[in-house]
């Protein structure tokens, strides 16, 4: 937005230099009116503010289309990339727009007037361009998606389906499949024709008068080498293969195919099996899709620049990735928040790699996971290498348990030793902020396998930690002091030369490398609510 701002003073100036000019209409330039059009259509399905959706409406619609609906919809995208400028990242991510101001001054109005005298309108919409990555893929996915707003898009979950299993319901999911874009079009398969067997008694040199015994058409049972040999001299004749038609209710590998294909950019588990995860999904109407999509792009803008070298963690993607000079250089599965503990999105920086951190157990887990255990039993303290402390004193086992019986609750702090079973592993990461969040290593790695990784109690598990504390620690000290400070079991908080930006974002739709639009599950509900730009339905 500071592109549009320069621009406007020199609008202004440009403006107030000149005399009358004999205005034009939008109609005059139709492509900037087109792309105007479009910004305010990817605002309206973002469903970022009520009125800026009115105006695109009234923009749009033969019956109100005008050059002043034209004028308001582009004053009103101006005054809110205005605002979303002054946004932090945490209000981005929430998409805090909905009571933006969307006041335009008289400044505003004179840039539009001038751009309007030169029909330069065009110049004026350019500068109101978002910063999208991909933008040009994004839009072809948009348009893709709306021309299949008004087909028919009925719910077509049912019971589980297998492959190699035949369901009425077979052929919607394979026509859904190709709208969506996981498999091609068939190719159109001519039935065959019924022969005529005139032609076919005169092409095999039979005369017309043989009578032909049943023999004479059994399926062939002699082989040679191999290779079929037919006595019948039907045989020969050309007949389509049974393998070329297509069962349309089977559950076939092309299916199958698609299904994973689907399942894969969907965050499921890629197995082939259509369940209620895989149904929901399929029955997510294209509408909906382009809005998920559309508001998960706004909060990719989350900075005018990016440093060069960060860390982006996606919350319902359940993914990390690690970004050295703008090039990836190493991605890993996470766990995060469940719903009643979410992950907060953030922008912070991690300071400090803590080698064989012991874990102080926040007072909430405290409070609702572990006292419940102690009343039914009182050794997993014990078991799970707990230390009860009242200050920085250790407290015997004896003086809490009787507290705990006698009804007196548990005031006390925990903390877990360093070790195997140690609930943040051999690493922790330390971003500072009041929260207690943190990212870290953990000991239960088979938890990484699963499709929704929503399990923790806010903070971050990170499969590939060893990695990452490496690269943070890899110009600082060499890979064998890196292994032996692991090895030895000691606490040891090792600064961080450079801190690394941390950004903790909530993208649950984004285009991948192809430009396919990935989804996963919305596990935080910021997307609950969303209003059609198009009215009801």
């Not at 007037?113 to 839009?139: E, I, T």
């Not at 015994?213 to 020969?236: I, K, M, R, Y």
């Not at 950004?503 to 990935?518: E, H």
Request: proline share 7%.
């Amino acid at each position: 937005m500071k592109r549009y701002r320069a621009a406007s003073a020199l609008w202004l100036l440009l403006y107030l230099s000149m005399g009358s000019v004999f205005a034009s209409s939008w109609q005059d330039e139709p492509e900037a009116r087109q792309q105007l059009h479009q910004l305010g259509l990817e605002l309206a399905l973002a469903d970022v503010h009520p009125t800026l959706t009115e105006w695109w409406q009234q923009a749009v619609a033969e019956s109100t289309a005008s050059d002043m609906a034209d004028d308001q919809l582009l004053l009103g995208v101006q005054s809110f990339w205005r605002h979303w400028s002054d946004l932090s990242f945490f209000d981005r991510q929430h998409l805090r727009t909905r009571k933006a101001d969307l006041s335009f001054s008289e400044a505003d109005r004179a840039n539009l007037k001038l751009a309007g005298q030169l029909k330069r309108r065009w110049q004026l919409v350019q500068g109101l361009m978002p910063g999208y990555a991909n933008y040009a893929q994004l839009q072809q996915q948009l348009t893709r998606l709306l021309e299949l707003q008004d087909v028919s898009w009925p719910v077509l979950r049912t019971t589980t389906v297998r492959p190699g299993e035949r369901m009425d319901v077979i052929p919607q999911i394979r026509e859904r499949l190709r709208m969506l874009g996981d498999m091609p079009n068939a190719p159109e398969v001519a039935l065959p024709a019924v022969p005529d067997m005139d032609l076919v008694l005169e092409d095999t040199g039979i005369p017309d008068d043989t009578t032909l015994s049943e023999s004479d058409f059994t399926a062939p049972d002699a082989h040679d080498n191999g290779v079929a040999v037919s006595s019948s001299p039907l045989a020969s004749s050309s007949q389509p293969a049974a393998s070329q038609f297509i069962d349309p209710q089977l559950y076939d590998s092309d299916l199958e195919q698609g299904i994973r294909r689907f399942q894969q950019r969907h965050g499921l588990t890629v197995d082939g099996v259509i369940g209620p995860q895989t149904f929901a999904w399929l029955d997510t109407s294209p509408l909906k899709r382009s809005q998920l999509l559309m508001r998960s792009m706004m909060r990719t803008l989350i900075g005018d620049e990016l440093p060069s070298s960060y860390l982006l963690v996606n919350i319902p993607e359940y993914h990390l990735r690690l970004y050295q000079n703008q090039v990836m250089v190493l991605e890993s599965n996470v766990i995060v928040g469940r719903d009643e503990r979410k992950t907060p999105v953030m922008a912070n920086k991690i300071t400090n790699v803590v080698f064989n951190p012991p874990w102080n157990v926040p007072r909430s887990i405290i409070n609702k996971d572990i006292v419940p255990k102690l009343y039914r039993d009182p050794g997993y303290i014990e078991r799970q290498g707990f230390e009860v402390l009242d200050g920085g004193e250790v407290v015997p086992r004896f003086i809490w348990q009787r507290r705990l019986e006698e009804g007196g609750g548990f005031p006390y702090r925990l903390r877990q030793r360093p070790g195997t079973g140690n609930a943040l592993g051999a690493y922790k990461f330390h971003l500072p902020n009041s929260d207690a969040i943190y990212l870290h290593d953990t000991p239960t790695r088979g938890l990484f396998g699963r499709d929704s990784r929503d399990l923790s109690s806010g903070c971050v598990r990170v499969q590939g930690a060893e990695q990452l504390a490496n690269w943070l620690l890899q110009d600082q000290l060499s890979s064998s002091r890196l292994a032996a400070l692991k090895a030895n079991r000691e606490t040891r908080w090792i600064r961080v030369a450079e801190p690394l930006p941390l950004f903790m974002v909530y993208w649950p739709s984004w285009l991948d490398a192809d430009g396919m639009p990935q989804f996963r599950n919305d596990i935080y509900g910021f997307d609950k609510a969303m209003n059609s730009p198009f009215g009801a339905g």
